[in-house]
């Protein structure tokens, strides 16, 4: 069973419909929550970590659900610039190694 | 200039030829990783090093050798490419001390074995 699964999609979404991503991590060890994001052909940039708490960075909201082992990531007012792969990463207590998903791929359309 | 610069970018061979990769970062981070991408497959950890004398395989070490030849050098050996190295490969740097959990990666490089 892979450490994180994430739905590849695609997801194709209209400007400024709102749209959310699950990933689920398999290791209930896993201690640190992250989403990257991958524009094609490009190397992953840190979109957001994830905390127990919830966290919001201005339209992207981001939660973590330990019992169930699961985090999202939610975009409000989708815009056209939001096209990208996005990644979940997961990293285990001794944050020796990221466990990335396969990414899950958003297009925005006019 | 990027913090994390990996040569060459691109890279076409034939099966059984030597290849090295090579990535060196100016963040002074510790931590260097080198991971591979597939489609469908996501990024995949070959090997990773947490200091100079530290070495360690990742989830997909076989047929890959990495050298550690000083804190910002971190280099990718295929001893004889075969056609299912063909991916997109891409370092990785991480500062224990710092932004906890980012990982800064270099712009990637295409190898294709024929």
């Known amino acids: 069973r892979k450490e994180v699964e994430q739905d590849p999609g695609p997801f194709n979404v209209p400007e400024g419909a709102t749209v959310a991503f699950n990933c689920t991590y398999s290791n209930s060890a896993s201690q640190s929550f992250f989403w990257y994001r991958q524009d094609c052909r490009k190397e992953p940039k840190l979109l957001m970590s994830v905390y127990s708490s919830g966290n919001e960075d201005g339209r992207f909201t981001a939660q973590l659900n330990r019992a169930s082992q699961y985090i999202s990531l939610l975009i409000r007012d989708s815009k056209l610039s939001d096209s990208a792969t996005y990644l979940c990463?997961?990293?285990?207590?001794?944050?020796?190694?990221?466990?990335f998903g396969t990414g899950t791929s958003l297009t925005v359309i006019p | 200039d990027a913090d994390v610069t990996q040569t060459p970018r691109n890279r076409i061979t034939k099966t059984g030829k030597r290849i090295m990769l090579e990535c060196s970062q100016t963040?002074?981070?510790?931590?260097m990783y080198w991971y591979r991408q597939d489609p469908g497959l996501g990024l995949r950890l070959i090997y990773y090093?947490?200091?100079?004398?530290?070495?360690n395989k990742g989830e997909i070490s076989d047929g890959y050798s990495v050298s550690r030849q000083a804190q910002a050098k971190f280099s990718l050996s295929l001893e004889s490419a075969i056609p299912n190295q063909t991916a997109l490969y891409f370092c990785a740097t991480s500062d224990l001390w710092g932004s906890a959990g980012e990982l800064f990666f270099g712009e990637g490089s295409r190898l294709t074995v024929l």
């Open positions: 963040k002074g981070h510790d931590r």
């Open positions: 090093s947490f200091d100079v004398k530290d070495i």
């Open positions: 990463v997961v990293t285990m207590n001794t944050g020796n190694q990221f466990y």
